[in-house]
């Protein structure tokens, strides 16, 4: 729901949210450049009856004093018959320029108040106001939910351009997009008399003066203990008329003076709402606060960008939830298919699914987990497909599921299998998936399947878990669903390290340089060639394409992209497609390939120390991690081979760390010697030092299979557990992450 409304009315909001923000934009610049050509003296330093006392000589016929809160002072006055307005220097009374308001920021001013249409633009300015304030806080609800909390809200985002965009320009400008859409809204509404105006001060206007000679202005008592940095307007009584009197307005009241007294005669002080409203329009303005203006400026800035952005993310996410062919009806299905997704990202896999049940002569109907109906009359089994959105929470299309679980009278209960689909990076992985199988448990609905996951929308783990459906069912599920991916670059094996073949382990170290595409384009000039590689980190994914395969596999990488080549580490499996093919692949040959960032995955800004935990191939990015540690911050890798002799990945360059001190220590563990030490062991019997390292705010990063990270985090909870935390703590505050397959 909150997802809906922030794309609601952001769509309808942008065009209007676009104009304030590129006007405003261009009105924050006038208070630093007002406030660049001012010279103002300091508070106590001068006061009115001063600033009146030079300009008396160059200004006999001053009729008004005015002071902009930049501190810019204006006088106005009568020469030779032609009235003027000039610029003033305080220090010396004497005319710095001609005071002449710039049309075009009237012209720009307007178009932000009133969009050029008086009362009513001003009324759809104000509501465009209300709307971004509401865009602003459902956005940041939002994003704490995608990052899992708030105390999650800094860390990295992924996701398509569109995205990082949206969230990254968004996130750095949210403090300067919510108080200039919470002071518009409420200067709108005083408008239009919805909040008091906060009007300045009235004094009454006295009905009888002294009428005795009048003073010199600048002898004038209230005058002279008015510093000029609370001065807002003088005006001078009308020429020889001891009737008339000084009118005074400054930063605390207004009043009348007597000419020939110097007093006050009437004074009102400026309520506290004027004080409110006063606040809240130089918030707004930056008026006489022109550092704020320029930051609310550049927040202002990011408005075009977030809303362009969010257009084509609505657009793009409409366009991705697939169109289902066939789809019956809730009660003529044999097979009913739910889906949870907050993207449609789980749709495309839904869609596969369907289609090939469809095809294997089953009534399929497929709807979102939100339309669970109180009974399907011929279903014999149920399949549930949901994404987990933030911190386990329900995505959008099955936040009413559970509620409506308890209006089901379907019997006897169908049998059900739920499909999790998640990122291993959050603590919370799949974390609604489980809550939604516990739930169902609990209820009685028998297990069709256990509980499975998919990290990263996986396609062989998809195909995996369909192989498992069709012998349930007694036929062919082939599932190959193929998520959209980016475009592939070629790149041509430079370098190859081979370990571990002694222990029936072939593992190589593979590194690729950028291809020179001149020669795929005719018309290309050489110098005008490609060859540059693509731009990534150690730890991001690289996805290859094996030959005759459109499906990727996804490898860490243990370079990055300004070492000048990407660097895999590859373990050669029997029936591995791509792994067999890049083992064979010959120096100079090409893979295509494209890279999928996973910015979640690697070490954190800071001297905290960091603590390094893989096996096997794992150990790729981890050594990605300490070649760029050129600051050498404490660094310990803990990793797991089978022989020292065989497959000891990357030995040379890692005693080379050690030496010069981008790592600080190397714990290895080997399962083929004698003590069939495995990487786990080696933290157990490191533990003390481990729980150290982690109480002085150590950052654990692991990377390798399943089933080791899974007995990693088993020792790391009995190791830590005297500190009174646990892994999923260290998740939760962003200190353990993992990428694991």
Same mark, same amino acid.
């Given at each position: 729901?909150?997802?809906?409304?922030?794309?609601?009315?952001?769509?309808?909001?942008?065009?209007?949210?676009?104009?304030?923000?590129?006007?405003?934009?261009?009105?924050?610049?006038?208070?630093?450049?007002?406030?660049?050509?001012?010279?103002?003296?300091?508070?106590?330093?001068?006061?009115?009856?001063?600033?009146?006392?030079?300009?008396?000589?160059?200004?006999?016929?001053?009729?008004?004093?005015?002071?902009?809160?930049?501190?810019?002072?204006?006088?106005?006055?009568?020469?030779?018959?032609?009235?003027?307005?000039?610029?003033?220097?305080?220090?010396?009374?004497?005319?710095?320029?001609?005071?002449?308001?710039?049309?075009?920021?009237?012209?720009?001013?307007?178009?932000?108040?009133?969009?050029?249409?008086?009362?009513?633009?001003?009324?759809?300015?104000?509501?465009?106001?209300?709307?971004?304030?509401?865009?602003?806080?459902?956005?940041?609800?939002?994003?704490?939910?995608?990052?899992?909390?708030?105390?999650?809200?800094?860390?990295?985002?992924?996701?398509?351009?569109?995205?990082?965009?949206?969230?990254?320009?968004?996130?750095?400008?949210?403090?300067?997009?919510?108080?200039?859409?919470?002071?518009?809204?409420?200067?709108?509404?005083?408008?239009?008399?919805?909040?008091?105006?906060?009007?300045?001060?009235?004094?009454?206007?006295?009905?009888?003066?002294?009428?005795?000679?009048?003073?010199?202005?600048?002898?004038?008592?209230?005058?002279?203990?008015?510093?000029?940095?609370?001065?807002?307007?003088?005006?001078?009584?009308?020429?020889?008329?001891?009737?008339?009197?000084?009118?005074?307005?400054?930063?605390?009241?207004?009043?009348?003076?007597?000419?020939?007294?110097?007093?006050?005669? @009437?004074?009102?002080?400026?309520?506290?709402?004027?004080?409110?409203?006063?606040?809240?329009?130089?918030?707004?303005?930056?008026?006489?606060?022109?550092?704020?203006? &320029?930051?609310?400026?550049?927040?202002?800035?990011?408005?075009?960008?977030?809303?362009?952005?969010?257009?084509?993310?609505?657009?793009?996410?409409?366009?991705?939830?697939?169109?289902?062919?066939?789809?019956?009806?809730?009660?003529?299905?044999? @097979?009913?298919?739910?889906?949870?997704?907050?993207?449609?990202?789980?749709?495309?896999?839904?869609?596969?699914?369907?289609?090939?049940?469809?095809?294997?002569?089953?009534?399929?109907?497929?709807?979102?987990?939100?339309?669970?109906? @109180?009974?399907?009359?011929?279903?014999?089994?149920?399949?549930?497909?949901?994404?987990?959105?933030?911190?386990?929470?329900?995505?959008? @299309?099955? %936040?009413?599921?559970?509620?409506?679980?308890?209006?089901?009278?379907?019997?006897?209960?169908?049998?059900?299998?739920?499909?999790?689909?998640?990122?291993?990076?959050?603590?919370?992985?799949?974390?609604?998936?489980?809550?939604?199988?516990?739930?169902?448990?609990?209820?009685?609905?028998?297990?069709?399947?256990?509980?499975?996951?998919?990290?990263?929308?996986?396609?062989?783990?998809?195909?995996?878990?369909?192989?498992?459906?069709?012998?349930?069912?007694?036929?062919?599920?082939?599932?190959?669903?193929?998520?959209?991916?980016?475009?592939?670059?070629?790149?041509?094996?430079?370098?190859?390290?081979?370990?571990?073949?002694?222990?029936?382990?072939?593992?190589?170290? &593979?590194?690729?340089?950028?291809?020179?595409?001149?020669?795929?384009?005719?018309?290309?000039? %050489?110098?005008?060639?490609?060859?540059?590689?693509?731009?990534?980190?150690?730890?991001?994914?690289?996805?290859?394409?094996?030959?005759?395969?459109?499906?990727?596999?996804?490898?860490?990488?243990?370079?990055?992209?300004?070492?000048?080549?990407?660097?895999?580490?590859?373990?050669?499996?029997?029936?591995?497609?791509?792994?067999?093919?890049?083992?064979? &692949?010959?120096?100079?040959?090409?893979?295509?390939?494209?890279?999928?960032?996973?910015?979640?995955?690697?070490?954190?800004?800071?001297?905290?120390?960091?603590?390094?935990?893989?096996?096997?191939?794992? +150990?790729?990015?981890?050594?990605?991690?300490?070649?760029?540690?050129?600051?050498?911050?404490?660094?310990?890798?803990?990793?797991?081979?089978? *022989?020292?002799?065989?497959?000891?990945?990357?030995?040379?360059?890692? *005693?080379?760390?050690?030496?010069?001190?981008?790592?600080?220590?190397?714990?290895?563990?080997?399962?083929?010697?004698?003590?069939?030490?495995?990487?786990?062991?080696?933290?157990?019997?490191?533990?003390?030092?481990?729980?150290?390292?982690?109480?002085?705010?150590?950052?654990?990063?692991?990377?390798?299979?399943?089933?080791?990270?899974?007995?990693?985090?088993?020792?790391?909870?009995? +190791?830590?557990?005297?500190?009174?935390?646990?892994?999923?703590? &260290?998740?939760?505050?962003?200190?353990? %992450?993992?990428?694991?397959?």
């Amino acid at each position: 729901m909150l997802r809906q409304l922030h794309s609601l009315i952001g769509l309808i909001a942008a065009l209007f949210a676009i104009v304030l923000a590129v006007t405003g934009a261009t009105l924050s610049l006038n208070p630093a450049l007002e406030r660049a050509s001012v010279v103002a003296p300091a508070a106590g330093q001068a006061s009115v009856a001063e600033l009146t006392n030079r300009m008396a000589e160059h200004y006999p016929g001053a009729e008004q004093i005015k002071r902009t809160p930049s501190g810019t002072l204006i006088v106005y006055y009568t020469r030779d018959g032609q009235v003027g307005a000039d610029r003033v220097d305080p220090r010396t009374g004497q005319a710095i320029a001609p005071y002449e308001p710039s049309s075009f920021s009237r012209w720009v001013k307007n178009l932000h108040r009133s969009l050029l249409l008086d009362t009513p633009g001003r009324a759809v300015a104000g509501i465009t106001a209300l709307a971004m304030l509401i865009l602003v806080i459902s956005g940041a609800l939002l994003l704490a939910a995608r990052l899992g909390g708030w105390r999650q809200l800094l860390r990295p985002v992924r996701g398509t351009l569109s995205q990082r965009l949206h969230i990254e320009l968004g996130r750095a400008a949210l403090l300067g997009m919510l108080l200039s859409a919470l002071t518009g809204a409420y200067l709108s509404a005083t408008t239009f008399g919805l909040t008091p105006e906060g009007r300045e001060a009235e004094p009454e206007f006295p009905l009888a003066v002294n009428g005795g000679p009048p003073q010199a202005v600048d002898t004038l008592s209230v005058l002279m203990t008015t510093d000029l940095s609370d001065l807002r307007e003088l005006v001078y009584p009308y020429p020889d008329d001891p009737a008339d009197t000084y009118s005074l307005s400054t930063d605390q009241g207004a009043g009348y003076i007597d000419q020939a007294s110097g007093e006050w005669l @009437s004074y009102q002080p400026h309520t506290a709402t004027h004080g409110l409203y006063a606040l809240l329009y130089r918030l707004h303005t930056g008026e006489g606060l022109w550092w704020l203006g &320029l930051t609310l400026g550049l927040a202002a800035l990011a408005v075009p960008a977030v809303a362009v952005s969010g257009a084509i993310i609505w657009w793009k996410r409409r366009r991705s939830k697939p169109t289902l062919k066939a789809n019956s009806r809730p009660n003529a299905a044999d @097979s009913v298919i739910l889906v949870g997704s907050e993207s449609n990202t789980t749709w495309g896999f839904a869609k596969t699914l369907h289609d090939s049940l469809r095809q294997a002569g089953h009534r399929v109907h497929t709807a979102p987990m939100n339309q669970l109906a @109180s009974r399907y009359n011929a279903a014999k089994r149920l399949f549930i497909l949901t994404a987990t959105y933030g911190d386990g929470d329900a995505p959008t @299309s099955a %936040r009413r599921f559970l509620a409506r679980l308890d209006k089901v009278t379907q019997t006897p209960k169908l049998p059900v299998a739920v499909l999790g689909f998640g990122d291993r990076q959050f603590a919370q992985f799949c974390g609604f998936a489980n809550e939604v199988a516990v739930t169902l448990t609990a209820k009685g609905w028998p297990q069709l399947l256990p509980l499975d996951t998919i990290n990263r929308q996986s396609t062989q783990a998809f195909t995996r878990w369909g192989n498992a459906v069709g012998k349930l069912l007694g036929i062919e599920l082939a599932l190959m669903h193929r998520p959209p991916r980016p475009r592939t670059t070629a790149l041509a094996l430079a370098e190859r390290v081979n370990y571990g073949v002694d222990v029936q382990a072939p593992t190589a170290v &593979l590194r690729f340089k950028a291809v020179d595409d001149s020669g795929k384009s005719g018309w290309r000039p %050489r110098f005008l060639a490609r060859t540059d590689l693509p731009s990534f980190e150690a730890g991001d994914l690289v996805g290859i394409l094996p030959p005759g395969n459109q499906v990727p596999r996804l490898y860490s990488l243990a370079s990055a992209s300004t070492d000048g080549t990407l660097e895999i580490c590859v373990r050669q499996h029997a029936d591995g497609l791509c792994s067999s093919f890049l083992h064979a &692949l010959p120096i100079g040959d090409t893979i295509n390939a494209f890279i999928q960032p996973n910015p979640g995955f690697r070490p954190s800004a800071g001297k905290a120390p960091v603590v390094l935990i893989g096996a096997g191939t794992g +150990i790729g990015p981890l050594v990605g991690f300490i070649r760029h540690n050129k600051a050498h911050h404490p660094m310990h890798l803990y990793w797991g081979g089978r *022989n020292p002799q065989s497959d000891f990945l990357y030995e040379p360059e890692l *005693n080379a760390y050690l030496d010069d001190r981008r790592l600080t220590k190397l714990n290895a563990a080997f399962s083929r010697l004698d003590e069939r030490a495995y990487v786990q062991d080696k933290l157990i019997a490191n533990g003390p030092e481990l729980r150290r390292l982690i109480d002085k705010g150590a950052q654990i990063l692991v990377c390798g299979g399943r089933s080791m990270a899974t007995s990693v985090m088993a020792a790391l909870d009995d +190791i830590i557990a005297p500190l009174g935390i646990d892994v999923m703590t &260290l998740k939760a505050e962003g200190r353990y %992450r993992e990428d694991v397959y």
